[in-house]
């Protein structure tokens, strides 16, 4: 019993720590000698030209870390940006909003590399639940040959534009998660906790879901219905972010999941018109869909 008790009281202090940041630092107090400019000074980076103190002869670690420091990993965790973001995504968007950015790592960036290694994991393993190619055969006693060009037009752009979402799902993704930018930066923008986000803040919001939301759709190929995660996720990281209660948090969060379906619709529908629009112009297609 005493275990128990002590396992709680653990884990209520854990959770107590979600909303403080998570970074820690190592100050260096030794004085160092700047082999780049030749001034002493103390610290990690020298003053006057910007160089580590830890510089020296080119080692295999050293070139593991300059491989790593293009992508920006050597300083920053991916594994811990991401493992927050099951737990605390709303207390991690504040600290990188509020200017605490160099525990975690950069949006964009992420978003990237967890679409490679998501892709690159897929092809070696197939997900379950893997679109395969199907063909659409539209019936040969259609009399109006101009639907049945349309459709097949309309098609061959859809499959197409669905094949490069599978291909580059790091922009895929934003590019449907781009369409909750403005619901959130309206139905959030009066919070007492977070007031005012801009609607850039609700991009790079939107860009460190994306990342989250990659990882869940890799799993949720092979684990069938995980995909029952997307909204708890949402929810979270509004509730942490923006401080509503837990009904304010809810009906703002469906208001905002609704109306970026609601937006996505009608820009696939004006698409749908902008192609027809297009074959009416430059086919002699009259305008019949």
């Excluded at 000698?33 to 990690?44: A, E, F, R, S």
């Excluded at 990188?96 to 992420?110: A, E, H, N, T, W």
């Excluded at 499959?159 to 781009?178: C, I, P, Q, R, Y």
Aim: aromatic share 20%; net charge positive; with cysteine.
């Amino acid at each position: 019993m005493a275990i128990i008790m002590d396992f709680i009281k653990r884990l209520k202090r854990w959770k107590q720590s979600w909303p403080e940041p998570r970074a820690t630092y190592n100050f260096e107090v030794t004085e160092h000698h700047c082999l780049n400019c030749g001034k002493d000074y103390t610290g990690n980076y020298c003053p006057y030209c910007g160089q580590s103190s830890n510089t020296r002869r080119f080692t295999w670690k050293s070139m593991l870390i300059g491989i790593l420091d293009v992508w920006d990993l050597s300083g920053r965790s991916v594994p811990s940006t991401l493992l927050q973001f099951t737990y605390r995504p709303g207390y991690l968007l504040r600290d990188y909003f509020k200017g605490r950015r160099q525990s975690y790592f950069p949006p964009i960036k992420l978003l990237l590399l967890v679409s490679v290694l998501t892709l690159t994991f897929e092809f070696f393993v197939p997900p379950i639940n893997s679109r395969k190619d199907e063909k659409t055969e539209f019936s040969t006693k259609e009399k109006n040959e101009y639907r049945r060009e349309y459709k097949r037009i309309l098609y061959n752009y859809m499959d197409a534009t669905f094949k490069w979402g599978e291909e580059n799902s790091g922009w895929g993704a934003l590019m449907v998660h781009s369409f909750f930018i403005i619901p959130t930066f309206l139905f959030f923008r009066r919070s007492r906790l977070y007031p005012k986000i801009t609607v850039p803040e609700c991009f790079f919001m939107q860009a460190y879901l994306c990342s989250a939301m990659l990882i869940y759709s890799c799993i949720s190929g092979y684990i069938r219905g995980f995909i029952f995660f997307y909204f708890p996720i949402f929810y979270l990281a509004y509730h942490q972010l923006f401080g509503y209660s837990r009904w304010g948090t809810l009906w703002r969060t469906l208001l905002t999941v609704f109306t970026g379906i609601v937006i996505l619709f009608i820009f696939l529908i004006f698409c749908a018109y902008a192609i027809a629009l297009y074959l009416a112009w430059f086919r002699n297609m009259p305008m019949e869909m």
